[in-house]
């Protein structure tokens, strides 16, 4: 299989001196295509820093993170805009909707905002995979908890992208709200092929992952 997200020897260092806080301290991970991983650490451990830099949202202190084959480490800010919005979709806890926009746009607002048109037919198959039919014209503030962080994932999967990072996206939620959306959420990146990462600390969604990466003090254990 192809690796698809690498790091090496990836540090994130925060102050100096006495205050140095190492976030992510020599870490080398390789992720494959079409995995589905997940990352577990307590609160603190550094996983959501690796998230950002995995996807392009941060700049590492040394070391190289490697996107499809690319080592975006040293890319200029519009240079990582363009890899986030083409190669990376991404699933935060907050669900990051436009109150003002119905389901649907919101879906294939990134696309708007990259110049592209939305592919429809599949848009409208990503909607019916996540259940979402019948909300197609609903605004944010009318959707359920669950129903929203559903849209958080179309919207991250609506642009094709090879690789779909998740940082905690359960945690708003109650458990079997929350263990659906990471089933949803499993079942359409097996669907259409894509790389699955999330980032969580609870060990039943860890469960079913392929795989998962261990961080403690901003260290792989794992």
């Known amino acids: 299989m192809n690796v698809i997200?690498?790091?090496?020897?990836?540090c994130k260092h925060y102050g100096a001196g006495?205050?140095?806080?190492?976030?992510?301290?020599h870490a080398d991970i390789s992720i494959f295509q079409h995995e589905f991983v997940a990352i577990v650490g307590k609160s603190g451990s550094g996983k959501s820093t690796l998230l950002h830099l995995l996807g392009g949202l941060d700049y590492p202190t040394s070391g190289e993170v490697f996107v499809d084959g690319e080592n975006i480490a040293a890319y200029s800010e519009n240079s990582l805009a363009v890899i986030r919005r083409r190669k990376i979709g991404f699933v935060f806890q907050a669900f990051n909707l436009v109150p003002s926009l119905n389901v649907w746009e919101n879906i294939v607002l990134p696309l708007g905002l990259d110049g592209r048109r939305p592919d429809t037919a599949f848009?409208?198959?990503i909607i019916?995979?996540?259940g979402l039919n019948s909300k197609v014209k609903s605004l944010p503030n009318t959707l359920s908890g669950g129903q929203q962080q559903r849209v958080a994932n179309a919207r991250a999967l609506a642009a094709k992208p090879a690789i779909i990072l998740a940082d905690e996206p359960t945690g708003n939620l109650d458990t079997k709200t929350g263990d659906?959306?990471?089933?949803l959420l499993k079942t359409s990146a097996k669907k259409y092929g894509q790389t699955l990462v999330v980032i969580t600390h609870n060990?039943?969604?860890?469960?079913m992952a392929?795989?998962?990466i261990i961080i403690e003090d901003g260290k792989v254990v794992k």
Request: glycine share 0%; no cysteine; hydrophobic share 40%.
């Open 180 to 183: 659906e959306v990471i089933a």
């Open 123 to 125: 848009v409208k198959d």
């Open 203 to 207: 060990e039943d969604i860890a469960q």
């Open 128 to 130: 019916s995979t996540l």
């Open 5 to 10: 997200l690498e790091t090496k020897d990836l």
């Open 210 to 212: 392929d795989r998962t």
């Open 18 to 25: 006495e205050s140095l806080v190492k976030a992510i301290d």
